[in-house]
């Protein structure tokens, strides 16, 4: 009976020992997915204002408009990048071997 035990205590161990890389290995990749997905929606909507900001610059005619249209754009990008540091911040980048 006590070797019963054992047995299946030892088979457990080495069930866990291949179940639980793996399902880590998953968990990994769909947090990955899920920052991909989010980066992704963040560039689409950069693109969208960034396209907005372009046919706008096309109905320039003097200058005050232009310095208007320069400052906005000077806001979107600066939150853009205030955006990617936040980011950067908390992921921890590493080498890929």
């Not at 088979?11 to 997915?33: D, N, Q, R």
């Not at 991909?36 to 372009?54: K, V």
């Amino acid at each position: 009976m006590a070797q019963d035990w054992k047995y299946y205590f030892h088979e457990s161990l080495v069930i866990l020992a291949i179940a639980l890389p793996a399902c880590a290995a998953s968990i990994e990749g769909i947090k990955k997915h899920n920052e991909f997905s989010r980066i992704a929606t963040l560039s689409e909507n950069m693109e969208e204002n960034l396209r907005e900001l372009q046919q706008r610059f096309h109905e320039i005619h003097s200058l005050e408009s232009l310095n208007a249209l320069l400052s906005e754009a000077d806001e979107l990008m600066l939150r853009e990048t205030q955006g990617w540091l936040l980011l950067m911040r908390f992921l921890k980048v590493e080498p890929v071997l």
